[in-house]
């Protein structure tokens, strides 16, 4: 009797936890044979923007060459294909890594009624996180609503050292005869850019190169996006080609590697706070914020188009946005920046935001992404932090000093010399610049205006 190896966010055969369940209920119940199977699911598929379908297809491939081209990808809704499957290969036992997001989660429970009803069993292994969502509470039992006691408390908890490998290589089963036929890992789309390298073996090298080339210096470098001192990695941890424990391993206690410890925390924080309040994906954390008096009409949808199209007349978060259009990324210090500038000069709320960015992004991840649009528009994790409105000029004269970032994504600004491009708009290296567009706003006014809006709300 062979197992199901049900892949979803975990797109490795390294430190895999589910992998090597599958393995040994295979040997313990017959030939060790094991079905790899992916199944592309159209709410997720159909709803995700060009980017990120091109990286899951990437992906697959190359799990599929490190599965001797024995991946089984079929098309449509795991609760009947899932099943369908289990039956066809005649397996007691599916497994998975545990979903904690909240589709994930309602899928596998009406996925684990299904294959119960015919006698099978749904095995939940591991997850992408280094402490699975839930694990971590406060001494009462409740969540954590803010980081810094969630970090200590994680760090408290620990964590697994990384999965070790099968004793002997799996026997991974594809049957040609048509009753577990393939229905084959859709093509990529075009992009009109070029996706750094995808899959398993390119995350442990982004990895290994990290390591040697700015960890000992990430917490001075990571905010600065003129500067190679990011890891890379958010892509490759969104879709389980590297997992967090795998990291995790490598890091000591010295102060910047101690800094991307915390930003790995920071994303399992998140996943937590989505797992115990899944509307949070689309309603205020801070449920107060709903009343807030938001722009809308046709000059909101106009300042939205000039946000989304990095045309705002302010070059750090036209920089950003240009970024996210010709490389499905963005630096996080940006990112807060521009997510900043929406939600408090433009007045718009932090959904419509929140939705192009996870349509762009490579490393769209539900939980990061909606909680950190949130904790910047006021209504997430922070204690008090609505107060915290970044200015997109002095954010660009600090994190991009010499303007080196601004001119890489501006084409318009791209011969101005030194730090023109952060420069007081009427510097005349500025004024001098035709083609790039006025602001529009001002910032100074929008601050204000966005805290009299938020003086308005009711007290927590």
């Known amino acids: 009797m062979p197992s199901v190896l049900w892949f979803r966010r975990d797109l490795r055969i390294h430190d895999n936890p589910a992998l090597l369940a599958a393995v040994e209920a295979a040997r313990a119940d017959g030939d060790g044979r094991v079905v790899a199977l992916f199944v592309l699911d159209p709410r997720l598929w159909d709803t995700a923007g060009d980017v990120r379908r091109a990286w899951l297809s990437r992906s697959l491939t190359a799990l599929d060459a490190s599965l001797g081209g024995e991946l089984l990808v079929r098309h449509g809704d795991p609760l009947a294909l899932v099943p369908e499957v289990a039956a066809a290969a005649d397996a007691g036992t599916v497994h998975v890594a545990a979903d904690f997001g909240p589709y994930g989660s309602t899928r596998d429970r009406a996925v684990e009624a299904a294959l119960e009803t015919a006698g099978r069993t749904l095995v939940r292994t591991g997850s992408p996180y280094a ?29 697994r050292s990384p999965a ?44 290994d190169e990290f390591r040697d080339r700015a960890l000992s210096s990430y917490d001075d ?94 070059p750090f978060v036209d920089a950003g946005m240009r970024q996210l259009l010709t ?44 909680q950190g649009w949130q904790w910047v528009a006021g209504s997430g994790t922070d204690a008090s932090p609505y107060f915290r409105i970044f200015n997109p000029v002095t954010q660009g004269l600090r994190f991009d000093p010499l303007g080196d970032y601004v001119r890489r994504y501006v084409s318009e600004l791209r011969d101005l010399p030194g730090a023109g491009a952060h420069q007081p708009w009427d510097h005349p290296l500025l004024t001098s610049v035709t083609d790039y567009p006025d602001r529009i706003v001002d910032h100074a006014a929008e601050r204000d205006e966005s ?3 938020y003086a308005t709300l009711p007290k927590r």
């Open 221 to 314: 470098g990571r905010n600065r996006p003129d500067l190679h001192g990011t890891s890379n990695l958010s892509a490759h941890l969104r879709w389980g080609e590297i997992h967090p424990r795998t990291i995790l391993a490598d890091l000591d206690d010295s102060p910047a590697q101690t800094v991307f410890c915390k930003e790995i925390a920071w994303r399992e924080f998140y996943a937590d706070v989505l797992h115990h309040q899944p509307d949070s994906a689309r309603t205020w954390l801070d449920p107060r914020f709903a009343a807030m008096d938001y722009d809308e009409g046709h000059e909101a949808d106009e300042r939205f188009e000039a946000w989304r199209t990095g045309r705002t007349g302010f």
């Open 131 to 159: 402490v699975a969502p839930g694990r971590v509470r406060k001494g009462d039992g409740t969540p954590y609503r803010v980081y810094t006691p969630f970090f200590r408390a994680w760090c408290t908890h620990g964590w």
């Open 327 to 370: 490389e499905g990324w963005m630096h996080n210090r940006v990112r807060m920046v521009t997510a900043s500038f929406l939600v408090k000069d433009l007045h718009l709320p932090w959904q419509r935001g929140a939705r192009w960015f996870m349509h762009q992004l490579r490393d769209g991840d539900l939980a990061s992404n909606q």
């Open 451 to 453: 805290l009299t809006r």
């Open 164 to 207: 070790g490998e099968p004793d002997e290589a799996p026997l991974w089963r594809l049957d040609d005869a048509g009753t577990l036929s393939c229905e084959g890992i859709p093509a990529a789309p075009e992009l009109g850019f070029d996706l750094p390298p995808v899959g398993e073996a390119a995350a442990l090298q982004v990895w």
